[in-house]
């Protein structure tokens, strides 16, 4: 930060005045959607503590409606309580979400900052190879690898870690080359800073803040993937709870008792839509001007 | 021109022979025997060791590899194991159907996009506008299978308008065809229509923001004159976008197509992937990563016809 404040540059100026007014006064949508987020992230760790054993139903109270007998979202097609399933659905679906985001996170980030301070040969080589990830349609490749992996959590972080990866290797990148041949930069490699230290110390501070606005719009996105993935079968195995699988299974009673997959699908939606709106309102807060979608 | 199509071609080529790896690869790993099942149950060992050798999986995975992509390269992409016939044209035939939902949801997107991010960039402070934005951010989040939910039940069960399923009733013809696509269409063109009108509303603020706009309105041209010129210089970015969307559609409609029962590519993947079908599989996510490469192809070509500078950059 200190070599930021030294260099003088016009435009690392504008980025340091940028993030100063972030901080003093964040709009009001990134508290509220922050706290949503929170406190969604909060019912992922606590969520199945709370709800108990929501993977035995009473077939004698199957397809209650809202409010009957004491089920405040009434039951499934087995009989089992909806509100529980959900709280207790939180965990996948809150792990399927962020883990893949932090992890692709941290390993896009690393690729995109190298291949933005290698040689040219080594830069085409990262981003031609990526290029081959993006060519194929995001939710295509999640599917494909989901599908050779099999069912589980864990697979389904890997398959959408990986997808991932490219669009925010991606980002790191063009963040990244629009640092070089800034002073700052050229003062610390004069000072005979080595890459790893440069890329700690100059670029990662000044990349970070739109890496942080584009992986919280990608957490909404994963959880949408995640859900996705469960309900095509691919995801949680039953009778686990998870939000996309719930819709997968309570589908059947569509025509009949349609509130029943309707809520984790309008559930899900809205998380999504939550952690969208925190990254706008991070973004404007940044100042990132970058379509980052 | 000629040869920055050339040059966008030729450096299609390595990508493609990329996907095609990555594409053998992810099958390869798929769990299951393919010899049992096409075998089916009670095939002695004889049979699924003759089988095997046949089908070439006897030889190492770079030699297999090879076979695949030469008697791809020749139009044969192996034989459907769940319903043994040429894996090419029944992909082929789905991939058609998906063309037409995809081409359909294209013009709602277009439509829609359009018109949220228009208000939104031409009336930014009004209610309108505000309203046309916050439905665009709203509709980039929404998961397609929640809004097909949505739309089923609010809209196909209570007012009995739009079938549920499939592509033809039983008259058949377009307007048919236009009718049973119609929530299929909608449901997948809705995100793309949100980010179709972020980015109009985002360039139409940024060109009416501009010098030559003042220029424009000191020489006194019209104001209608005036939007033409800006809406002009919103028009690479908007391409460029709208290009992306068609291959996310391409590539999305997977659920769309799952849960309206539509005969497209996304519902013979989901069906392959479950029984295993590797030959349809491979050839289902190589056609699918072929047009979106294509895709790009065709959105960067055309973007350089409309901007000179991507031209000789």
Redesign the interface.
Known sequence: MTSIAVSGSESTQAVTHARRRGRRSLPWTVWVFGTVAGLMVLLGIFGPYISGDVTAGNLQDRLLGIGQQGHLLGTDGQGRDVLGRLVAGARPSMIAAIVPVLAAGAIGSAVGIAAGMAGQRVHSLIMRTLDVFYAFPAVLLAIAIAASLGNGTLNTVISLSIVLIPPIARIAETETMQLQGMDFMESARASGAGSVAIARRQILPNVLPALIVYCTTLVGLALVFAGGLSFLGLGVAPPNPEWGQMINEQRQYMFTNPTIALIPAVVIFAASLVFNLLGDGLRDALDIRRSTR | MIRFVLRRLGYGV???F??A???FA??K???GDPVALLAGAGASEATKDELRSRMGLDDNLVMQFWHWLTSALQGDLGTSIAQHRPALPLVADAFGNTLILAAYATVLALLIGLILGGVAGLRPRSIAGRVCSAIS??S????????A??L??YVA?NTGMFPVSGMYGDGGGFVDLLWHGFLPALTSALVPAG?IG??FR?SLLDALGMDFVEALRARGLSERRVLVHAVHNTLPSLLTMAGLQV??L???V??VE??FNWPGLGLL??QS??ARDLPV?QAG?LI??LS??LI?IVVDTAHALIDSRVRTS
């Open positions: 390595p990508v493609i990329g996907v790896v990555i594409v992810t099958v790993i798929i769990p951010s709203i980039v989040s929404a998961p397609q299978y929640s809004v939910l949505l089923i039940i069960l980010v972020r980015v985002a291959g996310y391409l590539g999305g997977v659920f799952t849960i993947l989901f992937i479950s599989t996510v699918s990563a979106f490469v790009n």
